[in-house]
């Protein structure tokens, strides 16, 4: 009765290992052809055709994620064909062609960042202050000194000097393009302060009711990236205040994902890579990583006496994609794990890891399944990912059956 293979879907398999190819030599013998388990004698031994001895590996050795069963192939006289209707595996699963990533996970925070203190060069008494919680977008005011609003624009340079028509540099383009985003037009937002530049200013200082001289001083503004959510306050209605002081501190207005992440692994990330978050319900978030810090800082370990045992991190923030924001309820400051592509292969081969044969003779191979005729292919492996493993071999293509484990 000819034995048909089993067909399963190409389950991933929750282990990532390989077994040490298996040795003949260690193969328990077998009893004499010529006389029974009793000993009782059988006649001459008859003439048997060489088979394939295929045995479970009970030990493997690790190679990424846990532990894999595969079996061990002893190649025969036949080449590695077994005769129509013998030797067929209990199920197989299907080659394919796809991409490979490896994730790695690492431990972060989510919330709303790291305080950040807003400072200013202005001077005088603070007049009013925005309450904690409060969102201050490009714009707005900031506070107010001696009844004078000094409102926020986004930019990386903060304002050090006096801009007038003949100036140039990366501080005029961000005051600029501050102007254009508020809908304040007739000039080119470059890193030239030209005439037109300073009409447009005048049109702005008078809309916040503050003397119309086209010149923007440091102590008439503040920087921030983007918008601000107030914290705290650094000085109160009332006190003084110095140029170069701190006037509240801030978060970003959006939550997002701290990560402390080791210095080593730095290389595993950068601006603009996708990530997943897992959330404290187990809820999945996508998420892009915003920022790379380029200062390494060593934690404090609690080391013993005579040395600090503590690691050198990075800081990396990951903002939460829009689409998935309505999952992260009311979380601030919980602590998430975030996958990180670790490895990634291309359009490569791959199969089930319970799939890999370790061959008698040494290496790995497949046992491919056409019909009710195996053949064992050898192959070379390259990387594990989710349960799979990335594979060369001869004659082998995507959508060819390979035998597995049921």
């Not at 918008?227 to 205040?241: D, F, N, S, Y």
């Not at 801030?250 to 730095?266: C, E, F, H, P």
Request: without cysteine; aromatic residues 4%.
């Amino acid at each position: 009765m000819t034995h048909t293979p089993g067909t399963t879907d190409d389950r991933p398999d929750h282990t990532d290992r390989l077994p040490t190819p298996a040795n003949p030599a260690q193969t328990p013998a077998h009893n004499p052809p010529d006389t029974s388990p009793d000993n009782t004698p059988q006649g001459p031994p008859r003439n048997r055709r060489p088979r394939t001895v295929v045995a479970l590996v009970a030990v493997a050795v690790a190679v990424v994620l846990g532990t894999a069963g595969v079996v061990v192939y002893g190649a025969g006289d036949d080449g590695g064909k077994t005769d129509k209707g013998s030797g067929l595996p209990p199920a197989t699963a299907t080659v394919t062609r796809s991409d490979l990533a490896r994730q790695d996970t690492v431990t972060g925070s989510l919330g709303y960042g790291d305080k950040q203190p807003l400072l200013s060069g202005a001077s005088g008494t603070v007049t009013w202050m925005p309450k904690p919680g409060t969102t201050v977008a490009q714009g707005q005011n900031a506070f107010k000194v001696d009844g004078r609003p000094v409102p926020l624009i986004y930019g990386d340079t903060p304002l050090y000097r006096a801009l007038r028509p003949g100036m140039k540099g990366p501080d005029v383009a961000e005051v600029e393009r501050a102007l254009a985003a508020l809908g304040y037009t007739g000039f080119t937002a470059d890193e030239e302060y030209t005439d037109k530049t300073a009409a447009a200013v005048k049109r702005w200082q008078k809309k916040l009711g503050v003397p119309q001289t086209g010149t923007v001083e440091p102590a008439g503004l503040v920087v921030a990236g983007d918008k601000i959510r107030v914290t705290g306050h650094e000085v109160k209605p009332g006190e003084p205040l110095r140029p170069g002081s701190p006037v509240l501190t801030y978060t970003s207005t959006g939550r997002l994902v701290v990560i402390d992440l080791d210095a080593k692994k730095q290389n595993l990330v950068r601006r603009g890579d996708g990530v997943a978050v897992v959330l404290p319900d187990g809820a999945r978030a996508a998420g892009t990583v915003t920022s790379v810090g380029k200062v390494a800082s060593t934690e404090s370990g609690g080391g013993g006496p005579g040395g600090d045992d503590g690691r050198t991190v990075i800081k990396v923030t990951v903002r939460i994609d829009d689409k998935d924001k309505d999952k992260l309820g009311s979380y601030d400051g919980a602590p998430v794990d975030v996958e990180i592509t670790a490895e990634k292969k291309k359009d490569v081969l791959t199969v089930p890891i319970s799939a890999l044969l370790a061959l008698s003779e040494g290496g790995y191979g497949v046992q491919v399944v056409k019909g009710s005729v195996t053949t064992t292919v050898a192959v070379k492996t390259g990387m594990f990912a989710n349960g799979r493993v990335e594979i060369t071999g001869d004659g082998l293509k995507a959508g060819d059956k390979v035998g597995v484990p049921r």
